[in-house]
């Protein structure tokens, strides 16, 4: 949790600093940032893999084949980085303008989107390795490592983009920058973590083709489950900038709000419970993963609900902080960050659970659910409410709601009901982690 809350205030200083330059900046940088969550899912899809695997194999006391998953999602992850940071500096311009945007928008979003996509390689790396070690049972390296890179990256955001202690603004590009030297810093240390100072863990030439078809059938769903995530907001941005200007700025620092507030508490206890059901099913206890699955998300039910309900009544003092630059979008922001305090709970039921069938290696669930979701509810009905009957942002408000409930629904019925366990003892045999029991 403590490194989520630390990634995520990089990205809300980053809102900060935009939001003093103008609108536009705003505009630019959250549409430029839809296409950097591209190495985001790619990276969180090879990670979930290797946290799943991982996870498993350490309570299966499988060293061997851990060594194997985790130096294979690393060098997937880092290939899949190119072309993602070649389309980044080449196409940054045309990329921006598939939404409608015009102008300035362009040219900032183009600038921003190139800086940061270069170093998607980076990202991917860093992504799986850390989430190699938490599979493992250590939180506390990456946490760390994570740390200082996003203490790098807000520092550098500030100085860069403001221009403060003499050195000269450089607005976007500054804040672009700044990440970008995040994320190389971030991956650097944690090879080296690993390498050089991780007891139980260790990078290895990649040689097994099970390992690592198992990687991808993990990871593909999960990729696909971002993609369509990432894929939707276009469409969606789209509806938004239809509306106004300062309501695509409001829904930017309204989620910004919620991502900063209530993100990092759902995010780590996924995290967690996909090491702890892992491990439980590594070590041949499918009974007491189920019981970590549901504990975990009754946790989270809890704590990031009560925070949700804070987050509705304190919405109006809060967004104020980021939409100083933008005066307009202070109603829509506060709107937007209302709905997703109310639907917070709903959020950490899905976040959580879909992280315990992670865990599991059970990652088509949550892909139903995440694509359901974000086409029928999400832009769905934004469409239908929004713009067929009028409702405008109200319209939106509802959708963002619902794609929620709807999601949180799925992924507890696929929990309940779904041979998850039986899933992952058979991979794990099929890798030679365990021995295959018959039926």
């Known amino acids: 949790m403590a490194s989520q809350t630390l990634r995520t205030l990089m990205r809300t200083v980053d809102v900060l600093v935009t939001a003093t330059f103008s609108p536009a900046a705003v505009v630019a940088v959250g549409l430029a940032d839809l296409y950097g969550r591209v190495p985001l899912r790619i990276g969180m899809g090879f990670g979930s893999a290797a946290i799943a695997l991982a996870s498993q194999d350490t309570g299966a006391d499988a060293d061997a084949n851990r060594a194997e998953a985790v130096s294979s999602a690393v060098l997937m992850g880092l290939l899949a980085g190119v072309p993602i940071a070649l389309c980044g500096v080449f196409l940054g311009p045309p990329l921006i303008r598939l939404f409608g945007a015009t102008g300035d928008t362009v040219t900032l979003g183009a600038t921003y989107l190139g800086v940061v996509l270069a170093t998607a390689p980076a990202r991917h790396v860093s992504l799986v390795a850390s989430r190699a070690l938490q599979g493992t049972g250590d939180t506390r390296t990456p946490m760390y490592v994570t740390g200082l890179a996003n203490v790098t990256n807000i520092g550098g955001s500030l100085v860069f983009g403001l221009g403060l202690f003499g050195v000269a603004s450089y607005g976007v590009l500054g804040v672009g920058a700044a990440t970008a030297v995040s994320n190389v810093l971030s991956a650097a240390l944690l090879l080296v973590a690993i390498v050089v100072f991780a007891d139980d863990l260790a990078l290895v030439r990649p040689r097994d083709l099970v390992v690592a078809r198992q990687l991808v059938t993990v990871a593909a769903p999960k990729i696909a489950e971002g993609f369509a995530t990432t894929l939707a907001e276009f469409p969606f941005n789209a509806l938004l900038l239809g509306f106004g200007t300062p309501v695509n700025a409001g ?151 619902t794609q929620y409930v709807w999601m949180a629904a799925v992924a507890v019925v696929g929990f309940r009901h779904s041979d998850w366990a039986t899933r992952a003892a058979d991979m794990m045999a099929e890798r030679g982690s365990v021995e295959a029991t018959d039926d």
Not at 269 to 296: F, I, K
Not at 373 to 386: A, M, P, Q, R
Request: no cysteine; aromatic share 10%.
């Open 251 to 401: 829904f930017q620092i309204g989620r910004r709000v919620y991502q900063q507030v209530t993100g990092p508490l759902s995010r780590g206890y996924r995290t967690a419970v996909g090491v702890l059901v892992g491990q439980s099913l590594g070590d041949g206890d499918p009974a007491e993963a189920r019981y970590r699955g549901w504990a975990t998300t009754g946790l989270a039910a809890l704590t990031v609900g009560g925070v949700g309900l804070a987050l509705v009544a304190l919405a109006p003092d809060v967004v104020r902080l980021l939409a100083a630059g933008s005066p307009d979008a202070l109603p829509y922001a506060t709107g937007f960050a209302r709905v997703y305090g109310l639907t917070a709970v709903f959020v950490a039921v899905f976040t959580v659970l879909s992280g315990a069938l992670g865990g599991a290696s059970e990652t088509r669930i949550p892909l139903f659910a995440r694509v359901t979701g974000v086409f029928g509810g999400l832009v769905g009905l934004t469409y239908v409410l929004g713009v067929a009957l009028g409702w405008g942002p109200l319209g939106a408000y509802v959708a963002l709601g």
